[in-house]
Nanobody, 123 residues
Framework: VQLQASGGGLVQAGGSLRLSCAASGRTFSSNIMGWFRQAPGKEREFVAAISRSGSITDYADSVKGRFTISRDNAKNTVYLGMNSLKPEDTAVYYC?????????????????WGQGTQVTVSS
């Protein structure tokens, strides 16, 4: 599976962005998809995950109520809608894929990674 993330950019605090992650291959619908982020000098951290059908989602406490993960299996794409953005959301955002819906918050459990897209939130 190859993943290509896009949609990052510069936005003011309180603004919104929607990230996309397009996957190649026929197995997209069989993969759990996740979003992670990494700020300079910090470890990569979990943001959100979504099950194969999209019926189950998980979020980091820091983004609950502001971010929404969704997927379109027909388009082989997973999305991350981000509202009410804060300067502390500034990071490189990565999409990732794995097989089983367990330990979705641990980046070491993911098998495939996209290249990342920069999100910068100005105050």
């Amino acid at each position: 599976v190859q993943l290509q993330a896009s949609g990052g950019g510069l936005v003011q605090a309180g603004g919104s962005l929607r990230l996309s992650c397009a996957a190649s291959g026929r197995t997209f619908s069989s993969n759990i998809m996740g979003w992670f982020r990494q700020a300079p000098g910090k470890e990569r951290e979990f943001v959100a995950a979504i099950s194969r059908s999209g019926s189950i989602t998980d979020y980091a406490d820091s983004v609950k109520g502001r971010f929404t993960i969704s997927r379109d299996n027909a388009k082989n794409t997973v999305y991350l809608g981000m509202n009410s953005l804060k300067p502390e959301d500034t990071a490189v955002y990565y999409c990732a894929a794995k097989v089983g819906y367990y330990s979705v918050t641990n980046p070491q459990n993911y098998d495939y990674w996209g290249q990342g897209t920069q999100v910068t939130v100005s105050s």
